[in-house]
């Protein structure tokens, strides 16, 4: 039995909350708030439920002719579940801290409608069941973090929206580009189908490579992999909820995402190795690793920090695709989550020391881990998740990816992980000293640049229990990551679909 | 092509029910104009009654075409004989222009009513030339020879121009009186050109001449007659420079009728002349479509350039009309494969259908913004995110179809457009195509990073008349939905009947 509403419903309640919002006043923020928890929590059940029913063998699919060779297709499978519930997990969280976040500022009803689109287009990608349709909701992605990116309206925001527009928009026209030309070679290319493009190998050879060029290098811009790397940084002006949103679930996982499903949706692994891409595509993620880590060492200021640690991270599930064999694969799909988790977790810690104490710059958290001891916890666990630490999730993809580095006959991959491990240490466990080790303001040593007394906790409790929330899964995700139904398995899951048909 | 043009054989006569909707389809625009003209209409509910019986003509000939195919009548006067048809492109033109006057329509009152008291003397004109400009379009989307489309565009151009002279502002003035001059210099070209013809072949029936017409030096001085006075009406590059002036100082609905439907009149007419004409000039074809590509680049870098709002929406015009002039060496080559032709068919017509709806959205939300903050630039929108936020997301949207971002109609033709061009290996037209859309991104989001300034100072704002806003987002959605539901409007262009 299909139901291709559920896949409809999902991407329909966040929606349907966006344009919604928009009608609402700018000042019914209760309703507004109770409508965007409401469709959080819908969203989460329905996704839940297609869990449910594709454990039990249904692939819920909805489709309908646009024109002549192309469908549109929502198609709930293994890979894009997990990106489903991913977005909607931590789409609960981040309104939730969002709502805490944004009190009092003015525009929220702009904030809001926006947000949810942009969860709208997120949830689109999960479930799209081909090329075109990805394609729809990978644009429109970019349309709806345009504003949010913009949102505080400085000459600073302006300008990283532009830029943002800048790298985002001309690879929509690459990928466009090569999605079309994918589609003339082989007219409509489901992600589903189980032929390949195996049978073009002996008269397309090149174009293969072309059109594969094409497409990861469009969706590589996305992903924030050097050099096309340069919005994301900038977009650090945007307020903290969105930076968590773009960095954790929306933009630079999209992107990521896409790579996926290009490998092993569109081409297949087998193909792909075959042609020689991946081998390509992981030195670059290589680099991308190394050179995010050591830029995020040279930053100053906390957010930007975070914002190389993700360039160097989300290039982890480049690499785990890359490799061939499945433990590479597992690699890639379980990062896909982990990373997720902790870096939501440090963006959220990120915006309460800004929002509690006024702080921005590292130097400036002498002692914090007194003063704001939940958060700063929260903050410890995602950066020793992040080095790779046990039993924090980033721990079990360092151990996969390794593994898969092996299997896959490329052990200098391993070279990059410790080094890439030790980077991560070099700029992550400084700010652990200085939060718990350091004496600071909190010890009578100064003043807290910009305090404010937010809550009767250590800050509102808006933004303290979503922050503790998403620690406590990354925790879970890696403490528990040999029970079923953990990132881990899921991700083993999808892997005997695609290296056992 | 030719049966694709509705310019074949039909297989059933027009049933009584099909002639009257077609009476009523070209008659009542007009008639309304004149209605409203003594009226002067304040409430929607009532304009939207009086569309009504309009509206319903235009379903009933959708399902006569939808189940009969080909529509055709021949009427005699006076011993001239004309032919009306409808096919695939007829119908949806008449569909468009219904709905997209109705939007008009809707829209007057409201800005009549925040008009001065000189505005609300001439809104009695504004009506009677609205109702006068939609039963002549609708003529031109269903004439099928020559006389009639040179009535109807005749009538077309004088009632254009009589609009947009009514802003009485010396702007206004200069510039209505050099697009009279031109589109008079065009119409001149055109007749000279519809004389040679009929005295070489002695018919103007559009299907007849396509079966009699030889090529030679006739035809070739009566194309290029016909075709450069067309081409002038429809803004073509290089031939578009009065049209910016036009927009710049017209009143709103004027300019959404304008550039969605009377410059697509005179493409419309073209495209029609040069099947029927000279259906194998490549060549000619060939130039027309370079010329798209320097008019996509050239009208992106004007809008790109543009001080003013309204400007800005104008000039993404010429560059948008470029889109259509790159699709035309594909629509004439007779040796393309049957889908790459099917392709730049559906992507020609869509981007038609989609652009036209567009540009209404756009010019209203354009209109809205200028006449709420009283400011004609670009600059003088700052802040508006905040107060404006729902023209600024009309036009938002309506730029979604311009830039061709999915999903849009302007997405979804130009995914048919570049199946039909890798097909054939036209690396230029692709560039151009894809240069467009980063062009009309960049000029587009000059527009939303003038609105997100939130360091303006405070302004007055002057309250939009109900519905005004909510008017304009209507169309902009229609693109929006035109592109994931494009399957059903391009179904009717395969020629009706089952």
């Known amino acids: 039995m299909n139901a291709g509403w559920l896949p409809l419903a999902a991407l329909g309640a966040s929606l349907l909350a966006g344009v919604v919002i928009f009608q609402l006043p700018e000042n019914a923020w209760r309703l507004r708030a109770s409508l965007n928890l409401g469709a959080a929590l819908i969203k989460l059940t329905l996704v839940g439920v297609m869990l449910f029913r594709l454990e039990n063998g249904y692939n819920d699919v909805f489709s309908f002719q646009v024109v002549g060779n192309v469908d549109f297709v929502l198609r709930v499978d293994d890979l894009g579940i997990m990106f489903a519930g991913l977005s909607s997990l931590l789409w609960l969280c981040t309104t939730l801290y969002a709502i805490g976040y944004l009190e009092d500022s003015p525009n929220r009803k702009r904030f809001f409608g926006f947000f949810s689109l942009c969860v709208a287009s997120t949830t689109g990608i999960a479930l799209a069941g081909n090329l075109f349709t990805f394609l729809i909701f990978y644009e429109m992605l970019t349309l709806s973090t345009y504003p949010l990116v913009v949102h505080r309206g400085t000459a600073k925001a302006l300008d990283a929206g532009r830029v943002y527009l800048r790298y985002t928009l001309s690879a929509g026209v690459v990928l466009l580009l090569g999605v079309v030309m994918l589609y003339s070679l082989t007219g409509e290319q489901s992600f589903a189908s189980q032929r390949g493009l195996e049978h073009y190998l002996e008269d397309h050879r090149a174009l293969l490579i072309v059109i ?89 200021e906390l957010k930007p920090r975070l914002a190389y640690s993700t360039i160097s991270q989300v290039s982890y599930i480049v690499l ?13 799909m379980t990062h896909l989550l982990h990373q997720g988790l902790m870096k939501v977790t440090l963006f959220f810690c990120a915006g309460n020391y800004a929002e509690e104490l006024g702080i921005h710059r590292i130097d400036e958290l002498d002692g914090a881990g007194r003063r ?130 | 092509m030719m049966t694709r043009l509705g310019l074949g054989e039909a297989t059933f006569a027009p049933l009584p029910a099909a002639d009257l909707a077609l009476l009523v389809a070209i008659v009542l625009p007009a008639l309304l104009g004149l209605l409203g003209a003594w009226l002067q209409p304040r409430r929607l509910v009532m304009v939207l009654l009086a569309a009504l019986p309009a509206l319903a003509a235009g379903v009933v000939l959708m399902l006569a075409y ?99 002279l009514l802003p009485g502002k010396t702007k206004a003035l200069v510039a209505g009186m050099r697009y009279l001059l031109l589109a008079l210099v065009g119409s001149l070209a055109y007749l000279l050109g519809v004389a040679l013809v009929l005295g070489q072949w002695g018919t103007l029936d559009l299907a007849k001449l396509a079966q009699v017409v030889e090529p030679g030096p006739v035809v070739w001085v009566a194309a290029a007659l016909l075709g450069a ?22 009143w709103t609905p004027v300019s959404a009728l304008h550039a969605a439907l009377v410059i697509k009149a005179s493409l419309f007419i073209l495209l029609q002349l040069w099947l029927v004409l000279v259906p194998d000039a490549l060549f000619l074809s060939r130039l027309v479509g370079l010329l798209g590509v320097i008019a996509v680049v050239w009208g992106g870098l004007l809008a790109w350039r543009a001080v003013e709002l309204k400007s800005l929406v104008a000039f993404s015009t010429v560059a948008q009309l470029g889109y259509l002039m790159l699709v035309f060496p594909l629509l004439l080559d007779t040796s393309l494969p049957a889908l790459a032709k099917t392709q730049a068919w559906e992507g020609f017509w869509l981007q038609l259908g989609g652009h036209a709806l567009a540009k209404t959205a756009m010019f209203m939300a354009a209109g809205n913004l200028v006449l709420a903050t ?60 894809l240069t467009g859309t980063l062009l009309t991104a960049t000029y587009i989001f000059r527009v939303f990073r003038y609105s997100f300034d939130e360091t303006a100072p405070q302004q007055q704002y002057r309250p939009l008349a109900p519905g005004m806003d909510v008017l304009a987002l209507l169309p902009a959605l229609a693109g929006l939905g035109l592109g994931l539901f494009a399957h059903a409007p391009l179904v009717l262009l395969q020629g009706g009947g089952q």
């Open chain 1, 212 to 300: 594969f060029a094409l497409l990861v290098g469009g969706l590589s811009v996305k992903a924030a992999m050097v050099p096309l790397h340069g919005w994301l940084p900038r977009a650090m002006v945007a307020p903290a909820p969105v930076s968590a949103l773009l960095h954790a679930v929306a933009v630079v996982k999209a992107g990521a995402f896409g790579i996926l499903r290009v490998i092993y949706d569109v081409y297949g692994i087998e193909l792909s190795y075959e042609l020689g891409v991946t081998a390509f595509l992981a030195v670059a993620a290589s680099i991308t690793i190394l050179y995010g880590s050591l830029r995020a060492v040279a930053q100053q």
């Open chain 1, 320 to 332: 785990g695709a890359s490799l061939f064999g499945p433990l590479g694969t597992i690699a890639a």
């Open chain 1, 372 to 501: 704001m001891p939940l958060t700063s916890l929260a903050f410890t666990v995602g950066a020793l998740g992040m080095i790779g630490l046990p039993p924090i999730a980033g721990f079990v993809t360092k151990w996969y990816l390794g593994m898969g580095a092996v299997q896959a006959g490329m052990p200098w991959v391993i070279g990059v992980l410790v080094l890439s491990s030790l980077l991560n240490a070099i700029y992550f466990l400084p700010i652990l000293h200085r939060l718990w080790f350091r004496f600071g303001p909190a010890h009578g040593h100064g003043d807290w640049p910009d305090e404010h007394r937010l809550g009767r906790l250590e800050t509102s409790a808006w933004l303290l229990w979503p922050t503790m929330a998403t620690a406590l899964f990354s925790v879970l995700a890696g403490l528990l990551a040999g029970m079923p139904m953990s990132p881990l398995d899921w991700a083993s899951q999808v892997v005997r679909g695609e290296y056992l048909p």
């Open chain 2, 66 to 164: 939808i189940d009969y195919g080909l529509l055709r009548w021949q009427l005699e006067w006076g011993g001239l004989f004309f032919q009306l048809r409808i096919g695939g492109p007829s119908i949806l033109l008449l569909t468009l222009t219904q709905l997209l006057g109705l939007t008009a329509a809707l829209y007057t009152p409201g800005l009549l009513s925040r008009g001065d008291g000189y505005m609300r003397r001439m809104g009695r004109y504004l009506w009677l030339l609205m109702g006068l400009l939609l039963s002549a379009l609708s003529l031109i989307w269903v004439a099928a020879d020559l006389l009639m489309l040179y009535f109807a565009l005749e009538l077309v151009s004088l009632t254009a121009v009589a609009m947009l």
């Open chain 2, 229 to 250: 006075g067309l081409a002038l009406k429809a803004a073509l590059f290089p031939l578009h420079a009065w049209l910016e002036p036009v927009h710049a100082s017209a």
């Open chain 2, 374 to 433: 009283g400011e004609t630039t670009l600059a003088g929108l700052a802040g508006t995110s905040r107060r404006m936020p729902l023209s600024l997301l009309t036009f938002g949207v309506a730029s979604v179809t311009l830039i061709g971002l999915p999903p849009s109609a302007g997405f979804t033709a130009k995914w048919l457009l570049l199946q039909a061009m890798l097909d054939q290996q036209l690396w230029l037209p692709i560039a151009a195509l």
